[in-house]
């Protein structure tokens, strides 16, 4: 809901500061006071083309604020905000600031954060809709013809949008199914190639580390071998270091207790036997890890060749050889299988599609239905509009497959004619301001204002029509008030007399300066004002009287 708007320097204002509250607020003034300055100011708020000439003569910069009412946390707008990073505290107002500049440039803010004019002008659609002769948004616009009827008929697409969506997801599914099976095929000649000649090698896991270990020890084996024969050699027989040491050893064990010095000997001797045993060992067990096998040795180096030239061959590191076979294996099958794999995937199709259809062939039910009866009850308020000529019909048309969506099959747009004999055509078609305008209220009245913004401004619906209708309009707008914030621009005084608030348009000027001015009215300023559009400028006393008269039906 708009709380307040704020203007400065806008064409003939000056500086404007107005509050607004819920239900029908009602803005009158002569012809040329400058209502249409305070409806273009507000149009500069919701992102209208930022236009210099708005510009008030001799200042620098125009600038227009706009307060509106914190919207639910759990809104679309709250959301649409929320996306695109527009912070918005609980409780805390909407303020929408725009400036523009003499010299052509402009700025927009939402909540004292940058915005770009087209940000600003769709968060402007969902606070406030603007019903003119000229307006080309709210309910002339088809896009939102279809989401207007669905929530007049109460429906919830979700159930289509759900099975839509598993629609979709099967067809993806079976289209990529059918480029990797197309895909194999091509590559059928190659694949059974590269699994025969992977399956005959019969890559093992971390094979090539294990080969390359085994090469290098086998190559310093090689090197090492005539040295380790030479310290082996020391070791071995009965002229051996350790053959002398033993014998060493059991030699002074027979004379170690004539003299300690004997006894210590023979321990440290013993010591060194023990000793050279582990070094016997260690230098037989290294001499087997070194061994030279020439013919094992040229066999690892092959083995380790053809490895390394596959894993270049297929472009993968040599210990995923093993992993690739498996994965040709299974794109190998694939083909063979594909068959049985893509009948299940064209069931899976055929059944999500059928579900979609049946869904949205009930959507397209409830929509019919409430179609007639929307038709019915807008027919049942154009009478009493001045539109007994017009008729109204709610088109609901089948699209074609290609443009099947979340929300349905069908195309929904609302169609009239204004004169007797004429063909329906869309909305937006009505050449004439003032029967726009009636239309739309009457569509409005009958939609309970479903899904709309819950800040609607009407200018001048009441154009061309007075007495009767013009008393029927202002019902119709007091009705439509108690569930939208309604500001109606209004040359009508049955229009006016329902307002729950009214506001004066006037300009003044100094013979040299005119500005424009607004000014909330009291009761006995309502009922003078109401008198002035009734008698002209003379207001008589039995135009007052019939203003009192006209208050009182309120």
Not at 111 to 131: F, K, T, W, Y
Not at 226 to 236: H, K, P, S, V, Y
Not at 384 to 404: G, I, N, Q
Not at 459 to 473: F, K
Request: hydrophobic share 40%.
């Amino acid at each position: 809901m708009l709380q307040s708007l704020s203007i400065r320097d806008i064409v003939l204002i000056e500086a404007l500061d107005l509050e607004f509250g819920a239900g029908l607020s009602v803005l009158t003034g002569e012809t040329g006071a400058g209502k249409s300055i305070l409806l273009d100011s507000l149009g500069l708020a919701l992102g209208n083309r930022a236009d210099s000439g708005l510009v008030r003569q001799g200042t620098e910069k125009a600038q227009v604020t706009a307060s509106f009412a914190s919207p639910a946390a759990d809104s679309k707008l709250a959301e649409y905000l929320s996306d695109n990073d527009i912070d918005l505290e609980p409780g805390e107002p909407l303020i929408i600031k725009r400036s523009v500049k003499a010299d052509g440039g402009s700025r927009a803010f939402i909540n004292d954060q940058p915005c770009s004019a087209a940000l600003l002008r769709d968060v402007g659609s969902r606070l406030i809709e603007i019903h003119g002769q000229h307006d080309d948004r709210g309910l002339i616009n088809p896009r939102g013809h279809r989401r207007l009827l669905d929530s007049y008929a109460g429906v919830d697409g979700a159930k289509v949008r759900r099975a839509f969506e598993n629609w979709q997801s099967a067809k993806a599914d079976l289209e990529k199914a059918l480029e990797d099976q197309d895909a194999a095929e091509k590559d059928r000649e190659y694949l059974e190639h590269s699994v025969a000649e992977l399956s005959k090698f019969a890559p093992q896991p971390g094979e090539e580390q294990e080969l390359a270990l085994e090469r290098s020890s086998m190559m310093k084996g090689e090197k090492l071998t005539g040295d380790l024969e030479a310290i082996r050699a020391a070791f071995d027989g009965s002229n051996g270091g350790l053959a002398s040491l033993r014998a060493a050893a059991r030699r002074l064990d027979r004379i170690a207790e004539d003299h300690p010095l004997l006894a210590e000997a023979l321990q440290a001797l013993d010591r060194a036997v023990i000793e050279a045993d582990e070094a016997e060992d260690k230098l037989n067990e290294a001499a087997d890890a070194l061994a030279f096998d020439p013919q094992r040795l040229d066999d690892m180096e092959t083995r380790l060749f053809d490895l390394r030239a596959l894993a270049r061959k297929h472009r993968v590191a040599g210990d995923d050889l093993p992993q690739l076979l498996i994965d040709l294996e299974n794109r190998l099958a694939a083909i063979s299988d594909g068959g049985k794999s893509l009948e299940s995937m064209e069931s899976k199709l055929r059944v999500s599609k059928q579900s979609y259809i049946d869904a949205a062939e009930a959507l397209r039910a409830k929509r019919a239905k409430a179609a007639k009866a929307l038709d019915k009850a807008v027919a049942g308020e154009l009478v009493p509009l001045k539109l007994d000529a017009a008729r109204f019909e709610t088109l609901l048309e089948p699209l074609d497959e290609d443009r099947w969506g979340a929300s349905g099959m069908d195309r929904v747009e609302f169609l009239i004619s204004t004169n007797p004999g004429a063909p329906l055509a869309p909305l937006g078609k009505i050449a004439s301001g003032g029967e726009l305008s009636r239309f739309i209220l009457a569509l409005k009245v009958a939609l309970a204002e479903e899904g709309g913004a819950k800040t609607i401004i009407f200018d001048e619906v009441d154009r061309g029509v007075g007495g009767a209708v013009a008393s029927a309009i202002g019902d119709r707008l007091s009705r439509l008030s108690s569930s939208a914030q309604l500001l109606v621009v209004t040359h009508s005084p049955q229009v006016a007399s329902k307002g729950n608030a009214h506001l004066l348009i006037n300009k003044s000027s100094n013979g040299t300066v005119s500005r424009t001015d607004v000014n909330a009215l009291d009761d006995e300023g309502r009922r003078q004002e109401i008198a002035r559009m009734l008698s002209g400028a003379d207001i008589t006393d039995e135009a007052r009287a019939q203003a009192d008269r006209l208050l009182e039906r309120v």
